[in-house]
Protein backbone atom coordinates (compact mmCIF):
# COMPACT_ATOMS: atom_id res chain seq x y z
CA UNK A 1 0.00 0.00 0.00
CA UNK A 2 1.66 3.10 -1.01
CA UNK A 3 0.57 6.03 0.93
CA UNK A 4 1.13 10.33 0.18
CA UNK A 5 2.16 12.60 3.50
CA UNK A 6 1.42 15.81 3.06
CA UNK A 7 3.27 18.77 4.92
CA UNK A 8 3.89 22.04 5.20
CA UNK A 9 0.40 24.28 4.78
CA UNK A 10 -0.61 26.88 7.00
CA UNK A 11 -1.46 30.49 7.04
CA UNK A 12 0.46 33.22 5.16
CA UNK A 13 0.12 37.03 4.47
CA UNK A 14 -0.43 38.27 1.06
CA UNK A 15 2.86 38.49 -0.52
CA UNK A 16 4.36 35.88 1.90
CA UNK A 17 5.37 32.60 0.61
CA UNK A 18 4.90 28.47 1.74
CA UNK A 19 6.53 25.40 1.19
CA UNK A 20 4.44 22.14 0.81
CA UNK A 21 6.18 18.92 0.77
CA UNK A 22 4.54 15.40 -0.22
CA UNK A 23 6.31 12.01 0.61
CA UNK A 24 5.26 8.88 -1.08
CA UNK A 25 6.17 5.44 0.77
CA UNK A 26 5.17 1.63 0.25
CA UNK A 27 5.91 -0.69 -2.36
CA UNK A 28 7.08 1.48 -5.54
CA UNK A 29 9.34 0.31 -8.14
CA UNK A 30 9.04 3.91 -9.89
CA UNK A 31 8.05 7.31 -9.60
CA UNK A 32 6.31 8.65 -12.51
CA UNK A 33 4.68 12.12 -12.81
CA UNK A 34 4.41 14.07 -9.63
CA UNK A 35 1.88 17.04 -9.45
CA UNK A 36 -0.29 19.72 -7.29
CA UNK A 37 -3.69 20.29 -7.42
CA UNK A 38 -5.92 21.96 -5.16
CA UNK A 39 -9.37 23.09 -4.20
CA UNK A 40 -11.56 25.40 -2.56
CA UNK A 41 -15.25 24.27 -1.22
CA UNK A 42 -18.06 24.21 -4.08
CA UNK A 43 -15.67 24.20 -6.97
CA UNK A 44 -14.11 21.52 -8.51
CA UNK A 45 -10.42 20.65 -8.03
CA UNK A 46 -7.56 22.36 -10.50
CA UNK A 47 -4.62 21.55 -11.21
CA UNK A 48 -1.72 23.63 -10.48
CA UNK A 49 1.90 22.22 -11.21
CA UNK A 50 3.01 18.72 -12.27
CA UNK A 51 7.04 17.24 -12.51
CA UNK A 52 8.33 14.31 -14.88
CA UNK A 53 10.13 11.87 -14.19
CA UNK A 54 13.11 13.30 -15.72
CA UNK A 55 12.04 16.87 -14.45
CA UNK A 56 9.93 18.89 -16.64
CA UNK A 57 7.53 20.91 -15.16
CA UNK A 58 4.56 22.41 -16.39
CA UNK A 59 2.26 24.99 -14.57
CA UNK A 60 -1.02 26.92 -14.46
CA UNK A 61 -0.98 29.83 -16.13
CA UNK A 62 -2.16 31.20 -12.03
CA UNK A 63 0.72 30.43 -10.53
CA UNK A 64 3.59 30.56 -13.58
CA UNK A 65 6.46 32.70 -12.08
CA UNK A 66 5.25 32.42 -8.53
CA UNK A 67 5.79 28.92 -7.87
CA UNK A 68 7.81 26.04 -7.89
CA UNK A 69 7.56 22.16 -8.37
CA UNK A 70 10.53 20.09 -7.45
CA UNK A 71 11.42 16.78 -6.37
CA UNK A 72 13.80 15.13 -4.82
CA UNK A 73 13.64 11.22 -6.07
CA UNK A 74 15.97 9.57 -3.30
CA UNK A 75 13.36 10.75 -0.89
CA UNK A 76 10.47 9.51 -3.02
CA UNK A 77 8.70 13.75 -1.87
CA UNK A 78 7.35 16.12 -3.92
CA UNK A 79 7.61 20.09 -3.06
CA UNK A 80 5.90 23.31 -4.05
CA UNK A 81 7.28 26.86 -3.51
CA UNK A 82 4.72 29.40 -3.33
CA UNK A 83 5.92 32.52 -3.14
CA UNK A 84 4.33 35.98 -3.17
CA UNK A 85 1.24 34.17 -2.11
CA UNK A 86 -2.28 36.10 -3.40
CA UNK A 87 -5.69 35.66 -1.17
CA UNK A 88 -6.84 33.70 -4.17
CA UNK A 89 -4.30 30.93 -3.64
CA UNK A 90 -6.52 29.93 -0.47
CA UNK A 91 -7.35 26.49 -0.66
CA UNK A 92 -7.12 22.79 -0.04
CA UNK A 93 -3.95 21.49 -1.98
CA UNK A 94 -3.20 17.96 -3.27
CA UNK A 95 -0.50 16.23 -4.09
CA UNK A 96 -0.95 13.59 -6.88
CA UNK A 97 1.95 10.90 -7.82
CA UNK A 98 1.77 7.76 -10.44
CA UNK A 99 3.50 4.71 -9.33
CA UNK A 100 4.93 1.67 -11.38
CA UNK A 101 4.42 -1.46 -9.05
CA UNK A 102 5.74 -4.35 -11.60
CA UNK A 103 3.46 -4.21 -14.57
CA UNK A 104 1.06 -1.75 -13.35
CA UNK A 105 0.51 1.65 -13.31
CA UNK A 106 -1.47 3.07 -10.52
CA UNK A 107 -1.77 7.35 -9.25
CA UNK A 108 -2.73 8.02 -5.58
CA UNK A 109 -3.99 11.43 -3.70
CA UNK A 110 -2.51 12.79 -0.56
CA UNK A 111 -4.69 13.62 1.80
CA UNK A 112 -4.84 17.25 1.61
CA UNK A 113 -2.98 20.33 3.40
CA UNK A 114 -4.98 23.49 3.73
CA UNK A 115 -3.30 27.20 2.64
CA UNK A 116 -4.72 30.47 4.01
CA UNK A 117 -3.72 33.60 2.48
CA UNK A 118 -4.77 36.63 4.16
CA UNK A 119 -5.15 39.89 3.02
Known amino acids: QVQLVESGGGLAQFGGSLRLSCAAS????????MGWYRQVPGKQREWVAT???????AYADSVKGRFTISRDNSKNTVYLQMNSLKPEDTAVYYC?????????????WGQGTQVTVSS
Open 96 to 108: NVHYRKLAAVFDR
Open 26 to 33: GSIDSLYA
Open 51 to 57: IGSAGTT
